[in-house]
């Protein structure tokens, strides 16, 4: 697994493709939790977990996966949710997005 020292915030996080996965928020427990205002994140929090980053290089996360994959199994954190009613591991793939 990656040091963790080396996540930050801000750093943009890609898929092992490349593509754009999102930007660090913050790191929360094993997860890293991803900007609500990145264009990719739909006006949501993300989390991955850190099992998934691959590595960390010239300031950038780089996941062990894909970004179609990353965003697949990436945890959901609804905005304006009620305590205990976001999942942190998301929704089921092929099931409605979770949201308000």
């Not at 913050?26 to 990719?40: E, Q, S």
């Not at 062990?64 to 998301?90: C, F, I, K, L, Y």
């Amino acid at each position: 697994m990656v040091e963790r020292e080396s996540i930050r915030e801000h750093q943009e996080v890609k898929g092992s493709d490349g593509g754009h996965v999102g930007t660090v928020d913050h790191l929360d427990g094993d997860r890293i939790k991803l900007t609500r205002t990145d264009p990719a994140a739909g006006g949501e929090h993300h989390f991955l977990h850190l099992d998934s980053v691959g590595r960390v290089q010239n300031g950038v996360v780089i996941l062990n996966r894909t970004t179609v994959q990353a965003r697949d199994e990436w945890g959901v954190e609804a905005v304006g949710a009620a305590p205990g009613e976001d999942s942190e591991h998301g929704a089921e793939p092929g099931s409605p997005a979770v949201g308000p």
